[in-house]
């Protein structure tokens, strides 16, 4: 199988970072949603990534549903989402906030890219979405005392927080001061640290808007 997108996504990093620690080889085509966007096309008619390419030919787009496949695969005792219940809908929300702060940061770095004149509303509008969900997982990751956000090994919650955290700090450098928010980058550190998150990563590079 083969992974479409470039590790500079937060959403195409976290499914990587999920292959790798679930073990299933594969093969990674870093294709850029602009410059490379009519191959990908034949596989996704939004023109988004993450994709991923199973051997059958299927191709699964979203990292929510890709992830969901590969829990599917490893089965319930390798998951690294709760099996059903209060702790999975926790866990859930907190990939919701993180998933939807990367959404905010990316379409922030379009609107800085592709328009020639920003639209301050829009702008605004992202900027308190941003502040807003990093001071509610500050303080969510403030108040829990385990190594990683729900307990004893790592699960998708910490990994989506820290790609997006990543991301949104490298986009947008003057939203995210870590002084801010302590927890939240001692959190990123300690996933930074892994070899898996040192292996699957990849600067920054914004499409041109050319
Ligand atoms: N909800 C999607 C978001 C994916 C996403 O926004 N990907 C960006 C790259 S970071 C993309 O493909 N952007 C191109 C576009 O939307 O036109 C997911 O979780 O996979």
Redesign the pocket.
């Known amino acids: 199988m083969f992974l479409i ?1 470039q590790y ?5 990093r976290r ?1 990587a970072i999920a292959l790798k620690l679930y073990d299933l080889p594969f093969q990674h085509r870093p294709w850029s ?2 410059g490379d966007a009519e191959t990908i096309a034949r596989y996704n008619p ?5 994709v991923l390419v199973l051997d059958s030919g299927e191709a699964l ?4 549903a ?1 992830l969901d496949h590969l829990d599917e695969t490893v089965g319930p005792e390798k998951a690294m989402l709760a099996r059903s219940g209060v702790e999975r809908r926790k866990q859930l929300r907190t990939i919701a906030l993180a ?1 939807g702060l ?2 905010k940061a ?1 379409s922030l770095v ?1 609107e800085r890219v592709l328009r020639k004149e920003q639209l301050k509303l829009w702008v605004e509008r992202c900027e308190t979405q941003i502040a807003g969900v990093l001071a509610a997982l500050e303080q969510e990751r403030t108040a829990v005392a385990t190594p990683w956000w729900y307990g004893e090994r790592i699960g998708h919650a910490d990994i989506a927080v820290a790609c997006v955290l990543r ?1 949104t700090t490298e986009a947008h450098p003057h939203l995210v001061d870590s002084g801010r928010y302590p927890a939240l980058a001692a959190h990123a550190a300690r996933c930074e640290a892994l070899p898996v998150f040192r292996e699957i990563v990849q600067p920054l590079a914004p499409p041109s808007g050319d």
Do not use: E
């Open positions: 997108g500079d996504s937060p959403f195409v499914t949603t602009f939004l023109l988004r990534v993450p787009i979203d990292s929510a890709i998933t990367g959404d990316v379009y991301f």
